[in-house]
């Protein structure tokens, strides 16, 4: 599967975004669906997960209660709301698949750069 991530920019601190990712090239509702994130000098960290119906979601303690992620498997796109927007978000999102039971995430965006002013 091929995913194409986007929505990411410049953003103050205690703003909103809103990340899209673009699935394509096979049956999406069969992934679970994950967002991930590399600030400058880290390590990539997990932010979100989606079960392939959309019902179970899963957040890192960090974005919990500010982030929401979602998907529309008509659409074949996974997105990641993002609100009250901190400096520490900074970072490159990336979006992720898995096969429903597998788990490691195979597949992987290019990312979208989301930077927060203070």
């Known amino acids: 599967v091929q995913l194409q991530a986007s929505g990411g920019g410049l953003v103050q601190a205690g703003g909103s975004l809103r990340l899209s990712c673009a699935a394509s090239?096979?049956?999406?509702?069969?992934?679970?669906m994950g967002w991930f994130r590399q600030a400058p000098g880290k390590e990539r960290e997990f932010v979100a997960a989606?079960?392939?119906?959309?019902?179970?979601?899963y957040y890192a303690d960090s974005v919990k209660g500010r982030f929401t992620i979602s998907r529309d498997n008509a659409k074949n796109t996974v997105y990641l709301q993002m609100n009250s927007l901190r400096p520490e978000d900074t970072a490159v999102y990336y979006c992720?698949?898995?096969?429903?039971?597998?788990?490691?995430?195979?597949?992987w965006g290019q990312g979208t750069e989301v930077t927060v002013s203070s």
């Open positions: 992720s698949a898995r096969l429903a039971g597998v788990l490691q995430y195979d597949y």
């Open positions: 989606i079960s392939t119906s959309g019902g179970s979601t």
């Open positions: 090239g096979r049956t999406f509702s069969n992934y679970e």
